[in-house]
């Protein structure tokens, strides 16, 4: 069935392997800070607080039977757990949770798909390694 679609990503999430598209990846900022001060000659100046924050990210999967009961028993139990995300580029690990599950209408050209959208968080930031 995956090779119908453009879903080239694998995701392994809490004893799943999800089939995805990625619509975001995990997003990475730092806040700044107002350093303003009498020596600043009427001008705001701002330095980086050296706090990292992760933002949630959002993952578009093709439904496997289970999986959205899984992601639900996970939700409850407030699981967190390592997350793998490769996409041959690049292999995201970290740790995660899942914050949002949506199953989405049936697409008109391929109807025995079924697909949803899964929002997961970070917990941890994540390591970014390129493989061999």
Known sequence: MASKTDYGTLITWNALTLICKIIGYPEFNTERLKATSHASA????????????????????????????????????????????????????????CTKVGKQEHDAQSPDIIKAKVTFSPAEMPLVTTPA
């Not at 924050?53 to 496997?64: M, N, R």
């Not at 992601?71 to 970290?94: C, H, Y």
């Open 42 to 97: 009427g001008k705001s100046e701002y330095i980086p607080s050296g706090l990292i924050d992760y933002g949630e990210f959002d993952i578009e999967i093709l439904v496997a039977s289970g999986n959205l009961d899984s992601l639900q028993d996970a939700m409850l139990a407030k699981t967190v757990s390592e997350m793998v995300l490769t996409d041959g580029n690049d292999i995201f690990t970290f740790d995660a949770f």
